[in-house]
Structures are given as C-alpha cells and as structure tokens.
Nanobody
Framework: QVQLVESGGGLVQPGGSLRLSCTAS????????MGWYRQAPGKQRELVGI???????NYADSVKGRFTISRDNAKDTVNLQMNSLEPEDTAVYYC???????????????WGQGTQVTVSS
C-alpha cells in the first residue's frame, strides 16, 4: 500500500514563500511521475507542476517563474518551493504520484490527503 504524506502548508502574506514536501511510503518500485495539484474553493483541481523520472518538469503557466519542483528519487520525495505567493494561490495542495509497486506491476496513481495553503494579509 503506497501512501503520500504532505507537509508544509500554512498561512502566508502576499509576496511570501512556503515550501511543501511530499514523502511516499509503502511498497514502491518506481514512480514515473511525481507532482503537485491544487484545488481552490468552488474550482476544479488543477495541475501545478509535475516532474518525470527522466528529469523533465512542467509547470502551469500561472506559477511559472514563482514555483519550483524538486525531486529526490532515492527518498521518494517531491518538494514544491513557492515564492512570490499571491492570494490566487490559496488552495488545498495535493501531492500526486504515478508508478508501479512491483516490477511489471500495474501503473497506478496515488494522491496525498492535501495540505492547505492560504495567502492573505
């Protein structure tokens, strides 16, 4: 059973920074993709950014230049450094991973429980 646990959310003023972390535990053979999504009240969940096992990274246009994803494959962690935060960044942030638990196993997607980020003065 794979579990993703996020940490690092909280309240920050506009222009401030936060760092989110996500650690995977359980039976993990390989994650092809790890990344972050967010969901604001009344809105659909949207992509923030993802990193692939080959090293490529993609960001949503709304966070480019402000947010940075980093990944530690040895520790099965993915981090999200958020700078120059805006009130529009307020949302629950979810960690996501796609991979296989065993060699040759089925590709499965996993979600964390979410962590609240609130940007307000």
């Amino acid at each position: 059973q794979v579990q993703l646990v996020e940490s690092g959310g909280g309240l920050v003023q506009p222009g401030g920074s936060l760092r989110l972390s996500c650690t995977a535990s359980g039976n993990i053979f390989s994650f092809y993709v790890m990344g972050w999504y967010r969901q604001a009240p009344g809105k659909q969940r949207e992509l923030v950014g993802i990193t692939r096992s080959g090293g490529s990274i993609n960001y949503a246009d709304s966070v480019k230049g402000r947010f940075t994803i980093s990944r530690d494959n040895a520790k099965d962690t993915v981090n999200l450094q958020m700078n120059s935060l805006e009130p529009e960044d307020t949302a629950v942030y979810y960690c996501n991973a796609i991979g296989i638990a065993t060699f040759g196993g089925r590709v499965t997607g996993y979600w964390g429980q979410g962590t609240q980020v609130t940007v307000s003065s």
